[in-house]
């Protein structure tokens, strides 16, 4: 349920006939956030909100002719706060997964959290090249893990494990090691303003990004429309471009529209 109980239909159709709701009938909708989640929301030097999620939040919300509150609520606390009606749409960077479908609804992907190898510029183009190199992970991370049970497969030469990012890319850049295996979404905004160091290569391993819903709440099908029309327009491409420094491959959720996703 919306604030001013403005039916997910009603906005549906706004969508659906590529204009905004009048604005009598606006709304707001009440978005819960982990505020310090860079790149997706946090604050800037003015206390302002910003990030990728927030920007496209605010997209939506403008093909529906719809306001947004943001809400500051700790990540582990967006579930029951979504599920309670306490806030409309939950959103930071959450995973898409079979269990948390069966007690929340999703709308379409929007961001593929794969992992990826970054290198200094000029080094290995790809995991092909690492043969008999060092590579970089964090601790204990999916990157870890990934390295760890693809090292033959690759012909890692070492496996160098980290405590953050910041170390790594020392090491990196000071040539100790020849590749970093990390989340592709962090070493894509880190490298953007970094013209020494590369993302070469996205590893592939099914971690998909969208926002979050009561369980079968109206709004995510209008939401999802909405979704569409913005992946439609390159809209989201672009924030994309602003927020990592780079276009978005075509492949992905960034760019593909997709269905809902189900349990079925």
């Given at each position: 349920?919306?604030?001013?109980?403005?039916?997910?239909?009603?906005?549906?159709?706004?969508?659906?006939?590529?204009?905004?709701?009048?604005?009598?009938?606006?709304?707001?909708?009440t978005v819960g956030?982990?505020?310090?989640?860079?790149?997706?929301?946090?604050?800037?030097?003015?206390?302002?909100?910003?990030?990728?999620?927030?920007?496209?939040?605010?997209?939506?919300?403008?093909?529906?002719?719809?306001?947004?509150?943001?809400?500051?609520?700790?990540?582990?606390?967006?579930?029951?706060?979504?599920?309670?009606?306490?806030?409309?749409?939950?959103?930071?960077?959450?995973?898409?997964?079979?269990?948390?479908?069966?007690?929340?609804?999703?709308?379409?992907?929007?961001?593929?959290?794969?992992?990826?190898?970054?290198?200094v510029a000029g080094?290995?183009?790809?995991?092909?090249?690492?043969?008999?190199?060092?590579?970089?992970?964090?601790?204990?991370?999916?990157?870890?893990?990934?390295?760890?049970?693809?090292?033959?497969?690759?012909?890692?030469?070492?496996?160098?494990?980290?405590?953050?990012?910041?170390?790594?890319?020392?090491?990196?850049?000071?040539?100790?090691?020849?590749?970093?295996?990390?989340?592709?979404?962090?070493?894509?905004?880190y490298v953007k303003?970094?013209?020494?160091?590369?993302?070469?290569?996205?590893?592939?391993?099914?971690?998909?990004?969208?926002?979050?819903?009561?369980?079968?709440?109206?709004?995510?099908?209008?939401?999802?429309?909405?979704?569409?029309?913005?992946?439609?327009?390159?809209?989201?491409?672009?924030?994309?471009?602003?927020?990592?420094?780079?276009?978005?491959?075509?492949?992905?959720?960034?760019?593909?529209?997709?269905?809902?996703?189900?349990?079925?």
């Amino acid at each position: 349920m919306t604030k001013t109980g403005m039916t997910a239909a009603a906005l549906g159709l706004a969508v659906l006939a590529g204009g905004a709701v009048p604005a009598a009938a606006q709304d707001t909708l009440t978005v819960g956030a982990n505020i310090g989640n860079v790149p997706w929301e946090f604050q800037d030097e003015t206390g302002a909100f910003v990030g990728f999620e927030v920007d496209l939040v605010n997209a939506v919300a403008e093909k529906l002719g719809a306001e947004v509150e943001i809400v500051n609520i700790p990540f582990n606390g967006l579930f029951s706060a979504v599920q309670s009606g306490r806030i409309d749409i939950a959103m930071s960077s959450i995973t898409i997964t079979d269990e948390r479908l069966e007690s929340v609804t999703f709308a379409q992907p929007y961001y593929d959290s794969d992992q990826s190898l970054t290198v200094v510029a000029g080094g290995p183009a790809s995991l092909d090249e690492m043969s008999g190199k060092t590579v970089g992970v964090d601790t204990g991370s999916t990157g870890d893990m990934w390295a760890t049970e693809h090292s033959a497969e690759y012909g890692f030469g070492d496996i160098r494990r980290y405590e953050g990012l910041a170390p790594a890319m020392l090491d990196l850049t000071a040539g100790r090691i020849d590749g970093y295996i990390s989340d592709i979404p962090a070493l894509l905004y880190y490298v953007k303003d970094k013209p020494n160091l590369e993302v070469v290569q996205r590893i592939e391993t099914g971690e998909k990004y969208s926002m979050m819903f009561a369980k079968d709440a109206p709004l995510a099908q209008t939401v999802n429309d909405a979704i569409t029309a913005l992946k439609d327009e390159g809209a989201i491409a672009a924030l994309h471009e602003k927020w990592f420094g780079k276009a978005p491959e075509d492949t992905t959720s960034t760019v593909r529209v997709l269905p809902m996703p189900s349990l079925d």
